[in-house]
């Protein structure tokens, strides 16, 4: 028979899906995108302006607030030694070209909410919150306190947790819902390699080159400017004649050449899943130069291996698997093409061992180059026998009839930088990839999701 207690929380929860969907419809409606600081707003006004959403709401049914000068909030209930803590983030990546719905405008189009944040991760919050005002309505005697955090920093470098750990207690029991089910007990290190290399070609030489919005986005778009010596133009030219990409346009002014190419953007921690645009303008070059040209640039196109072999970095454990690696950011300065990758290692590397491997392999290449390894965030992993993991895997089951592993990722998540937790499952099959173009989530989806949270909830206040 279904458990008493759970059906109890079930029942509210289905009582209040309306007000559960007008919520997250107003929440994803705030273009919650980084731009410049301002007083009580370390990340923006529109970020400012999703937490005091948050705060309002969490303040509207009977929670205590509190704000940490913009960079984080939460609200809490509840009394008790053990706290229980749940981490969402109110913060969203750029939207890019090609939607076909409004980014903000939280659509709903045959049972799917279109927006920025639906899946990641404002859809998954505000299921979370819902779900822990469900617990607060139907069991307020709970000898736990329960806390639903709301940052602001997430996809841009995690200041507001770092914020957040110089002050608040760790959670006895913490869960970050912006995963897969049922949860990650594994998430790769994640850190950048930033190189700079003197501009290739001599006679085919790369005077501009730009593309890429965040060291976590495929780049979908990119432009570039080579200066053709007169005495390969001809070559060029038959080249170009020749050249097989469509998703590259190319124009000459002179001996220059512009060139421009369409991809597809994705999230870099899985860069295979995208189609990078610098790495089809690198192939182009390598395609159309002449030899010692060619090598320079081919050079470069390895680079941006999704598996990390053109960096020398390739690997894998058995825990977290392969290595990925994904360029997000590439421009010239002062003569000298700078390129950010971001990396997600294995569980069982760390950032010493990336750079012994990167020197090693740039010491072998045609290319001036140098490089640095830079704002590494260690990997998080939890035994499959831990407590919080078991409990997780036996409330998806027992809410879905499936037992399901936990799974590893190679996305940076709360959990790498809370102790004493894990990231949950947040949509299913149909709902949109975090990061892409027309992200979106189903509405039923968003309710399923908050009954399984307080599932866990509840289950995480009986552990000692």
């Known amino acids: 028979m279904p458990d008493a207690a759970i059906v109890k929380l079930h029942a509210w929860l289905h009582d209040h899906e309306a007000e559960l969907l007008a919520d997250t419809v107003a929440m994803l ?3 919650s995108i980084e731009t410049e600081a301002e007083p009580y707003a370390p990340y923006g006004k529109a970020n400012r302006d999703a937490l005091d959403l948050a705060l309002g709401l969490a303040a509207k049914y009977g929670f205590s607030t509190t704000d940490l000068e913009g960079h984080i909030g939460y609200g809490e209930f509840g009394s008790g030694k053990n706290l229980i803590v749940s981490l969402g983030h109110l913060d969203v990546v750029p939207v890019g070209p090609g939607w076909k719905h409004a980014p903000f405008g939280a659509e709903i189009e045959d049972g799917y909410i279109y927006a ?16 822990m005002r469900a617990v607060k309505e139907v069991f307020p005697e709970l000898n736990v306190r329960f806390r639903q955090v709301f940052g602001c920093d997430e996809e841009s470098g995690f200041g507001c947790v770092e914020r957040y750990v110089q002050t608040e207690e760790a959670p006895t029991y913490g869960v970050a819902p912006d995963s897969g089910w049922p949860l990650y007990h594994a998430e790769k290190g994640i850190c950048n390699i930033e190189v700079s290399v003197v501009a290739p070609g001599s006679e085919v030489k790369l005077t501009k080159f730009d593309g890429g919005q965040r ?11 080579v200066v053709v010596s007169p005495s390969v133009r001809a070559f060029v ?14 124009a000459w002014d002179g001996n220059e050449l512009g060139l421009f190419a369409h991809g597809k953007a994705a999230h870099g921690s899985w860069p295979f899943l995208g189609d990078s645009a610098a ?10 130069s ?5 090598i320079l640039y081919g050079e470069l196109l390895e680079m941006t291996h999704p598996g990390g072999a053109g960096l020398g ?6 825990p977290s698997k392969d290595l990925t690696s994904n360029l997000g950011i590439a421009s010239m300065k002062e003569g000298r093409l700078e390129l950010l990758f971001n990396i997600r290692y294995p569980v069982t590397w760390d950032a010493e061992k990336l750079k012994a491997l990167a020197t090693a392999c740039f010491a072998e290449l045609r290319n001036e180059i140098t490089f640095e390894v830079t704002r590494d965030s260690r990997p998080l992993y939890f035994p499959l026998d831990h407590p919080l993991v078991q409990t997780i895997v036996d409330v998806y089951e027992a809410e879905t009839g499936e037992r399901k592993k936990p799974g590893t990722m190679g996305g940076g998540t709360y959990a790498r930088a809370i102790p004493n937790t894990v990231s949950i499952g947040t949509g299913w099959d149909g709902d ?8 979106r989530l189903k509405v039923e989806h968003l309710f399923k999701m908050s009954r399984i949270y307080a599932h866990i909830f509840y289950r995480l206040a009986q552990l000692p």
């Open 29 to 31: 409606q705030i273009p």
């Open 116 to 131: 920025r944040g639906t899946t990641d991760d404002k859809g998954p919050t505000m299921a979370s919150f819902y779900a």
């Open 215 to 225: 060291p976590n986005i495929v780049i979908d778009s990119c432009s570039a400017t």
């Open 237 to 250: 030219e038959e080249k170009l004649a020749d050249a097989w990409d469509r998703n590259v346009t190319y």
């Open 279 to 288: 790495t089809r303008l690198f192939r182009f070059l390598t395609d159309i």
């Open 290 to 294: 002449p030899v010692q040209d060619s």
């Open 313 to 318: 970095i390739s690997g894998s454990d058995e």
């Open 432 to 439: 949109g990839n975090a990061h892409e173009t027309d992200e």
